[in-house]
């Protein structure tokens, strides 16, 4: 007789919320682009694993986790006077999401890719993987070309 596999922790999350792993996952990677445009730092509890790790963020800068990321989302929307972010596309399977993003913002810091001062919006492409029903990874590819024009 062969045993039956427990059904991962992932399978039972999705049971309990009515919806496919895809659907829930993809729900909390667009919650976290609500909480990066408004700044309401208290979604990100019920989004963000302990072990999070945001691979192409700046090294260093933040920790990991969830106080990685509600220091991530501040230092954004200060360095980028009126960041926001618009997702254009998500994109699921399993337990991974993948967004594209128009990224739109003022220039505020010398040595950047627009001059100070400067409306710019970028393409950008967030891949996010998930774990025990929250998001433990993220990947962004971002373009430094103004795509405005």
Not at 14 to 22: E, F, L, Q, W
Not at 48 to 76: A, K, N, S, Y
Not at 107 to 128: I, K, L, M, N, S
């Amino acid at each position: 007789m062969t045993a039956v596999a427990e059904p991962s922790l992932d399978v039972a999350l999705a049971a309990t919320y009515k919806k496919s792993i895809s659907e829930h996952y993809k729900d909390l990677a667009l919650k976290l682009q609500v909480a990066l445009n408004t700044q309401d730092l208290s979604l990100v509890d019920g989004l963000i694993h302990d072990e999070f790790l945001d691979v192409t963020g700046p090294p260093g800068m933040f920790p990991d986790g969830p106080e990685g990321v509600r220091q991530h989302i501040l230092w954004l929307n200060r360095r980028f006077k009126d960041a926001k972010w618009e997702v254009q596309q998500a994109v699921a399977e399993g337990t991974t999401v993948v967004l594209r993003v128009r990224f739109t913002g003022i220039e505020t810091e010398e040595g950047q890719a627009a001059p100070v001062g400067t409306r710019f919006t970028y393409a950008q492409a967030h891949y996010f993987e998930g774990r025990d029903g929250l998001l433990v990874q993220h990947i962004g590819v971002r373009s430094e070309q103004d795509i405005s024009q």
